[in-house]
Structure formats: C-alpha cells, structure tokens
C-alpha cells in the first residue's frame, strides 16, 4: 500500500519509464464492502482527497472482477495506457 496525506492505497502503478512517480492508484472492494454503508462513505471520502492530491484512482469491483475479468483486464489496461500518456482517467462510480 501507498498514499499520501495519511490516506492508503491498495496497489500503486510506477511509471515505467519514472521509477519515482505514480501514475495510478488502484482500488479493490473486500467482500464486505457491499455491506457496509459507512466503509463505501469513508473511501469515497478517502478517494476524493486523493485525487485533489493528484491521484488517478482505478477501483476493480470484486463482482466485476469474478464475473467479468477479461472486460475488467481491458479496462484495467485501457486506463494504465491513458495514465502513462498523462490523459486524464476517468473514475466510473458504480452503487
């Protein structure tokens, strides 16, 4: 885990070619996330202040991820390609 300002990150991404800057952070659920109003409230909250520190965040749903992995892989690999160029990411919110 990484982060700044006292906030974590689950998986840090390197910019391969600046070993010392992060081009994306990369979020997952637990399996209790989905239950647990209070915790999708904290790291929405934990989420906004990272990306007002500069943060790209990427989450990968656990559901997604078992359900769906081959279209998760690309959109994991869509947004690491758009965050190397240094295009801005865009965060898909999902309830």
Known sequence: ???VAGYRIDIGVL???KPDEY???IECDGANYHQAKSLRDRDRLRQEILENKGW???R???ID???HREAEIIRL???LSEAKK????EMVVQD
């Not at 240094?86 to 990411?89: A, I, S, V």
């Open 1 to 3: 885990q990484v982060g």
């Open 15 to 17: 910019h391969p070619e």
């Open 23 to 25: 081009i994306l952070g």
């Open 56 to 58: 790209k965040i990427h």
């Open 60 to 62: 990968i749903w656990s």
């Open 65 to 67: 991820w078992f359900k």
């Open 77 to 79: 690999l869509k947004t």
């Open 86 to 89: 240094g295009q801005k990411t």
